[in-house]
């Protein structure tokens, strides 16, 4: 399986990221210390998702940063991506990982204890719990479960776990604190005038407070 780590968990907006587009957006926040790229734009069809992530694997090679296609498998065997990420409602794991194959990354969304618990280390590579905070970015979230309830949702999975939902480099202390492995973001990069200067401080962030 590809190597890859979670620290800095990019996951990319269309919307947000405005003119300067995705693939600009990913090189400069890699740059900065992004770790891992998530591509995620659910108004695309698998044919321009394909397209945006052969420019991203291509614009990431030889970075150490993995790239995640959500939620649409043609698409993440077409590219070539590393990894394929799936919500409690997209489809069974089993599936993805039976279609995806035993080498690529495979990510779950987890909003709950239960689902953090029954997520099955030999078919998923890590989980994402939250929203830690509430987010524009995917107004139809759960309720925000802090950094208490991410705490939990941590003890309770059996694969590394990477903490979302309207975080920045402010909260990389109690991200850490809860055991999470990394802390994904949208806006905090996407949404800034410099996405590169933007991740090299979360990352910066994140790196203090292991320390």
Known sequence: MTRFDLSLYLVLDPTLCGPRGMVETAQAAVAG???????????????????????????????????IVNDDIEAARACDADGLHVGQDDMPVADARARIGPD?????????VDAARA?????????GAGPVFATATKPDHKPPIGFDGLA??????PVPTVAIGGLNGRHAAG?????????AVVSAICGTRDPGKAAHSIALALKEAHQ
């Open 119 to 127: 997520a099955d280390p030999a078919l998923v590579t890590y989980v």
């Open 152 to 157: 939990r949702l941590v003890a309770a999975a």
């Open 175 to 183: 991200i850490t604190a809860a055991g999470a492995a990394g802390m």
């Open 104 to 112: 690529l990354i495979l990510g779950l969304s987890v909003e709950t």
């Open 33 to 67: 210390g992004a770790t891992m790229v998530q591509l995620r734009h659910k108004t695309a069809s698998t044919a321009e998702r394909t397209a945006l992530g052969r420019a991203l694997k291509s614009a990431l090679a030889g970075t150490g940063a993995a790239l």
